[in-house]
Protein backbone atom coordinates (compact mmCIF):
# COMPACT_ATOMS: atom_id res chain seq x y z
CA UNK A 1 0.00 0.00 0.00
CA UNK A 2 0.87 3.40 -1.04
CA UNK A 3 1.76 6.00 2.07
CA UNK A 4 3.45 9.20 1.36
CA UNK A 5 6.81 9.45 3.40
CA UNK A 6 5.87 12.23 6.29
CA UNK A 7 9.61 14.46 4.81
CA UNK A 8 8.64 14.31 1.43
CA UNK A 9 5.13 15.45 2.63
CA UNK A 10 6.70 18.02 4.74
CA UNK A 11 9.04 19.82 2.25
CA UNK A 12 6.94 20.07 -0.97
CA UNK A 13 3.35 20.82 -2.07
CA UNK A 14 0.99 18.49 -3.93
CA UNK A 15 0.21 19.11 -7.45
CA UNK A 16 -1.73 16.48 -9.36
CA UNK A 17 -1.99 13.08 -9.67
CA UNK A 18 -0.40 11.00 -12.82
CA UNK A 19 -1.05 7.31 -14.01
CA UNK A 20 1.54 6.22 -11.82
CA UNK A 21 3.01 8.85 -10.14
CA UNK A 22 1.87 11.53 -7.35
CA UNK A 23 3.45 15.17 -8.34
CA UNK A 24 4.74 17.49 -6.21
CA UNK A 25 6.45 20.57 -5.98
CA UNK A 26 9.39 21.19 -3.87
CA UNK A 27 8.74 24.08 -1.34
CA UNK A 28 12.18 26.02 -2.11
CA UNK A 29 11.93 28.94 -4.23
CA UNK A 30 15.63 28.66 -5.61
CA UNK A 31 14.94 26.00 -8.11
CA UNK A 32 11.44 24.85 -9.76
CA UNK A 33 11.99 21.48 -8.57
CA UNK A 34 9.27 18.64 -9.16
CA UNK A 35 9.69 15.42 -7.59
CA UNK A 36 7.48 12.31 -8.69
CA UNK A 37 6.58 9.32 -6.40
CA UNK A 38 5.17 6.15 -7.78
CA UNK A 39 2.13 5.05 -5.77
CA UNK A 40 3.45 1.54 -5.24
CA UNK A 41 4.20 0.94 -1.62
CA UNK A 42 7.76 -0.33 -0.33
CA UNK A 43 10.16 0.80 -3.49
CA UNK A 44 13.63 1.99 -3.16
CA UNK A 45 14.71 1.15 -6.71
CA UNK A 46 12.92 2.21 -9.73
CA UNK A 47 14.51 -1.20 -11.16
CA UNK A 48 12.25 -2.68 -8.08
CA UNK A 49 8.74 -1.22 -10.08
CA UNK A 50 7.20 -3.93 -12.56
CA UNK A 51 8.57 -3.26 -15.86
CA UNK A 52 5.15 -1.76 -16.96
CA UNK A 53 5.48 0.78 -14.23
CA UNK A 54 8.96 1.03 -15.33
CA UNK A 55 8.14 1.97 -19.00
CA UNK A 56 5.02 4.25 -17.16
CA UNK A 57 7.57 6.56 -15.01
CA UNK A 58 9.65 6.98 -17.94
CA UNK A 59 6.74 8.61 -19.84
CA UNK A 60 5.97 10.60 -16.71
CA UNK A 61 9.38 11.24 -16.26
CA UNK A 62 10.00 12.65 -19.81
CA UNK A 63 6.36 14.87 -19.88
CA UNK A 64 7.67 16.69 -16.38
CA UNK A 65 10.63 17.45 -17.56
CA UNK A 66 10.01 18.84 -20.80
CA UNK A 67 6.81 20.76 -19.69
CA UNK A 68 8.87 21.75 -16.33
CA UNK A 69 11.73 23.11 -18.59
CA UNK A 70 9.75 24.87 -20.77
CA UNK A 71 7.53 26.84 -18.66
CA UNK A 72 10.65 27.67 -16.58
CA UNK A 73 13.23 28.14 -20.09
CA UNK A 74 15.67 26.13 -17.89
CA UNK A 75 19.15 26.12 -19.14
CA UNK A 76 19.24 22.44 -18.23
CA UNK A 77 17.23 19.53 -16.46
CA UNK A 78 18.42 17.85 -13.53
CA UNK A 79 16.77 14.30 -13.22
CA UNK A 80 17.86 12.55 -10.11
CA UNK A 81 16.60 9.23 -8.07
CA UNK A 82 18.80 9.24 -4.97
CA UNK A 83 17.31 8.33 -1.99
CA UNK A 84 20.03 8.37 0.85
CA UNK A 85 18.19 9.75 3.55
CA UNK A 86 14.57 9.33 2.38
CA UNK A 87 13.83 5.63 1.53
CA UNK A 88 10.72 6.02 -0.21
CA UNK A 89 11.10 6.16 -3.83
CA UNK A 90 11.00 9.63 -5.27
CA UNK A 91 12.39 11.33 -8.44
CA UNK A 92 13.95 14.75 -8.57
CA UNK A 93 13.29 17.11 -11.92
CA UNK A 94 14.67 20.68 -11.48
CA UNK A 95 15.38 23.40 -13.73
CA UNK A 96 18.50 24.82 -13.72
CA UNK A 97 20.05 27.66 -14.32
CA UNK A 98 23.56 29.14 -15.05
CA UNK A 99 22.49 31.84 -12.51
CA UNK A 100 20.96 30.10 -10.01
CA UNK A 101 22.97 29.57 -6.87
CA UNK A 102 24.28 25.81 -6.89
CA UNK A 103 25.19 26.12 -10.60
CA UNK A 104 27.11 24.01 -12.00
CA UNK A 105 27.02 22.11 -8.71
CA UNK A 106 24.00 19.60 -7.85
CA UNK A 107 21.75 21.68 -5.66
CA UNK A 108 21.65 19.26 -2.80
CA UNK A 109 23.05 20.55 0.96
CA UNK A 110 24.23 23.97 -0.90
CA UNK A 111 21.29 26.71 0.51
CA UNK A 112 18.45 25.78 3.11
CA UNK A 113 14.99 25.68 1.50
CA UNK A 114 13.42 29.06 0.95
CA UNK A 115 9.63 28.27 1.13
CA UNK A 116 7.32 30.26 -1.71
CA UNK A 117 4.77 33.04 -0.37
CA UNK A 118 1.60 31.16 0.04
CA UNK A 119 0.22 33.01 -3.22
CA UNK A 120 3.75 32.40 -4.99
CA UNK A 121 3.53 28.58 -4.33
CA UNK A 122 -0.44 28.50 -5.30
CA UNK A 123 -0.19 30.26 -8.46
CA UNK A 124 3.07 27.58 -9.38
CA UNK A 125 1.42 24.80 -8.00
CA UNK A 126 -1.83 25.93 -9.56
CA UNK A 127 0.10 26.57 -13.28
CA UNK A 128 2.01 23.11 -13.05
CA UNK A 129 -0.92 21.55 -12.87
CA UNK A 130 -2.89 22.57 -15.29
CA UNK A 131 0.32 22.12 -17.79
CA UNK A 132 0.54 18.09 -16.18
CA UNK A 133 -3.27 17.66 -17.27
CA UNK A 134 -2.67 17.27 -20.17
CA UNK A 135 -2.89 13.38 -21.92
CA UNK A 136 0.49 11.64 -21.38
CA UNK B 1 26.18 11.03 -35.44
CA UNK B 2 27.63 10.13 -31.78
CA UNK B 3 30.91 11.06 -30.56
CA UNK B 4 32.12 10.33 -27.39
CA UNK B 5 32.73 13.63 -25.07
CA UNK B 6 36.23 13.91 -24.30
CA UNK B 7 36.25 14.80 -20.49
CA UNK B 8 33.66 11.47 -20.38
CA UNK B 9 36.18 9.40 -22.32
CA UNK B 10 39.27 10.75 -19.91
CA UNK B 11 37.25 10.28 -16.36
CA UNK B 12 35.73 6.48 -17.36
CA UNK B 13 36.67 3.11 -18.94
CA UNK B 14 35.00 1.53 -21.41
CA UNK B 15 32.89 -1.23 -20.34
CA UNK B 16 30.74 -2.44 -22.66
CA UNK B 17 28.22 -1.32 -25.20
CA UNK B 18 24.21 -2.34 -24.81
CA UNK B 19 21.46 -1.40 -27.77
CA UNK B 20 21.16 2.24 -26.79
CA UNK B 21 23.72 3.17 -24.70
CA UNK B 22 28.00 2.67 -24.19
CA UNK B 23 28.42 1.50 -20.28
CA UNK B 24 31.51 3.39 -18.76
CA UNK B 25 33.12 2.75 -15.37
CA UNK B 26 34.34 6.28 -13.77
CA UNK B 27 37.90 5.64 -12.96
CA UNK B 28 37.57 6.84 -9.36
CA UNK B 29 38.19 3.85 -6.69
CA UNK B 30 35.56 5.72 -4.27
CA UNK B 31 32.73 4.24 -5.65
CA UNK B 32 31.59 1.69 -7.90
CA UNK B 33 30.11 4.25 -10.69
CA UNK B 34 28.70 3.64 -14.24
CA UNK B 35 27.89 6.06 -16.70
CA UNK B 36 25.52 5.35 -19.60
CA UNK B 37 26.15 7.09 -22.53
CA UNK B 38 23.02 6.81 -25.42
CA UNK B 39 24.51 6.52 -28.82
CA UNK B 40 22.87 9.42 -30.03
CA UNK B 41 23.98 12.95 -30.93
CA UNK B 42 23.11 15.86 -29.98
CA UNK B 43 21.01 15.10 -27.01
CA UNK B 44 21.30 16.78 -23.89
CA UNK B 45 17.80 15.81 -22.23
CA UNK B 46 16.24 12.32 -21.54
CA UNK B 47 12.91 13.91 -23.03
CA UNK B 48 14.82 14.45 -25.95
CA UNK B 49 15.38 10.71 -26.91
CA UNK B 50 12.68 9.04 -29.29
CA UNK B 51 9.86 7.48 -27.28
CA UNK B 52 11.29 4.12 -28.34
CA UNK B 53 14.84 5.23 -27.19
CA UNK B 54 13.43 6.71 -23.70
CA UNK B 55 12.04 2.94 -23.36
CA UNK B 56 15.32 1.34 -24.06
CA UNK B 57 17.09 3.39 -21.60
CA UNK B 58 14.78 2.23 -18.97
CA UNK B 59 15.60 -1.13 -20.23
CA UNK B 60 19.48 -0.77 -19.68
CA UNK B 61 19.07 2.18 -16.66
CA UNK B 62 17.50 -0.74 -14.27
CA UNK B 63 19.34 -3.61 -15.76
CA UNK B 64 22.84 -1.41 -14.78
CA UNK B 65 21.50 -0.43 -11.50
CA UNK B 66 20.70 -3.92 -10.78
CA UNK B 67 23.68 -5.61 -11.45
CA UNK B 68 26.05 -2.79 -10.31
CA UNK B 69 23.62 -3.06 -6.96
CA UNK B 70 23.90 -6.57 -6.53
CA UNK B 71 27.30 -7.07 -7.84
CA UNK B 72 28.92 -4.64 -5.24
CA UNK B 73 26.17 -5.27 -2.59
CA UNK B 74 25.13 -1.44 -1.88
CA UNK B 75 23.11 0.12 0.32
CA UNK B 76 21.25 2.41 -2.32
CA UNK B 77 21.83 3.08 -5.93
CA UNK B 78 22.02 6.88 -7.04
CA UNK B 79 20.71 7.31 -10.49
CA UNK B 80 20.96 11.09 -12.30
CA UNK B 81 21.08 12.45 -15.58
CA UNK B 82 22.64 15.99 -14.43
CA UNK B 83 24.48 17.44 -17.19
CA UNK B 84 25.35 21.16 -15.80
CA UNK B 85 29.46 20.54 -17.02
CA UNK B 86 29.23 18.17 -19.65
CA UNK B 87 26.33 18.48 -22.35
CA UNK B 88 26.63 15.07 -23.83
CA UNK B 89 23.34 13.16 -22.45
CA UNK B 90 24.82 11.04 -19.44
CA UNK B 91 23.44 9.13 -16.66
CA UNK B 92 25.24 8.29 -13.42
CA UNK B 93 24.19 4.84 -11.80
CA UNK B 94 26.55 5.04 -8.36
CA UNK B 95 26.25 1.94 -5.39
CA UNK B 96 26.42 4.37 -2.42
CA UNK B 97 27.02 2.54 1.20
CA UNK B 98 26.73 3.80 4.32
CA UNK B 99 30.68 4.01 4.84
CA UNK B 100 31.64 5.68 1.59
CA UNK B 101 32.99 9.37 1.54
CA UNK B 102 29.98 11.23 0.80
CA UNK B 103 27.39 9.43 2.51
CA UNK B 104 24.53 10.65 2.78
CA UNK B 105 25.60 13.21 0.51
CA UNK B 106 25.57 12.95 -3.14
CA UNK B 107 28.96 12.31 -4.63
CA UNK B 108 29.44 14.96 -6.72
CA UNK B 109 32.09 17.70 -5.38
CA UNK B 110 32.77 16.37 -2.51
CA UNK B 111 36.68 14.33 -2.72
CA UNK B 112 38.56 14.21 -5.78
CA UNK B 113 38.46 11.06 -7.96
CA UNK B 114 40.90 8.73 -7.18
CA UNK B 115 41.79 6.47 -9.95
CA UNK B 116 41.85 2.37 -9.33
CA UNK B 117 45.15 0.76 -9.77
CA UNK B 118 45.42 -0.42 -13.90
CA UNK B 119 44.74 -4.36 -12.38
CA UNK B 120 41.80 -2.81 -10.11
CA UNK B 121 40.38 -0.76 -13.17
CA UNK B 122 40.47 -3.81 -15.60
CA UNK B 123 39.32 -6.54 -13.17
CA UNK B 124 36.55 -4.76 -12.26
CA UNK B 125 35.96 -3.85 -16.28
CA UNK B 126 36.21 -7.27 -17.03
CA UNK B 127 33.04 -8.43 -14.19
CA UNK B 128 30.86 -5.63 -15.48
CA UNK B 129 30.93 -6.09 -19.04
CA UNK B 130 30.54 -9.99 -18.02
CA UNK B 131 27.81 -9.84 -16.14
CA UNK B 132 26.48 -6.77 -18.40
CA UNK B 133 26.41 -9.48 -21.32
CA UNK B 134 23.22 -10.83 -20.87
CA UNK B 135 20.28 -10.64 -22.41
CA UNK B 136 17.88 -7.73 -21.83
Given amino acids: M???DNRLES???YVCDLTLCQVRLMND??????ILIPK????????ELSLSDQQQLMKESSKVSRILSEY???????????????PQLHIHHIARFESD???PGPVWG???AEPYSQTALSDRVGALAELLSGSM
Fill in 72 to 86: TNADKMNVAALGNLV
Fill in 11 to 13: DSA
Fill in 40 to 47: VGGIREIY
Fill in 101 to 103: VAW
Fill in 110 to 112: VVN
Fill in 2 to 4: FTL
Fill in 29 to 34: KHYPWI
